[in-house]
């Protein structure tokens, strides 16, 4: 995995979180194989960063700027949620 993209994540991720909550990020290594996922949840698919972070310059200067450069490819879905599964907090430690 790439250290200086999580540990750039892991600096700046509360300028996104700060817009939209963030509803998981996991990395994976193996092999050859390095990924990073992340889902972010939107009260409605308009609502998707418009006017947001995801526009403002300093997420643009400080994080994308940064990123982009390391990735090698990027794919994004859109999904929502079934009527019978709910969203819940992780228990506090």
Do not use: C
């Amino acid at each position: 995995m790439n250290a200086a993209f999580l540990k750039l994540t892991n600096e700046k991720i509360h300028l996104r979180t700060a817009h939209s909550q963030l509803i998981g990020y996991w990395s994976v290594e193996y092999g050859g194989l390095n990924k990073v996922f992340h889902i972010w949840k939107y009260a409605t698919l308009s609502g998707s960063g418009e006017g947001s972070s995801l526009s403002g310059p300093i997420w643009l200067k400080d994080y994308v700027s940064v990123a982009i450069p390391m990735l090698v490819s990027q794919d994004n879905e859109v999904t929502y949620l079934v009527p019978w599964s709910h969203l819940q907090s992780p228990p506090q430690e």
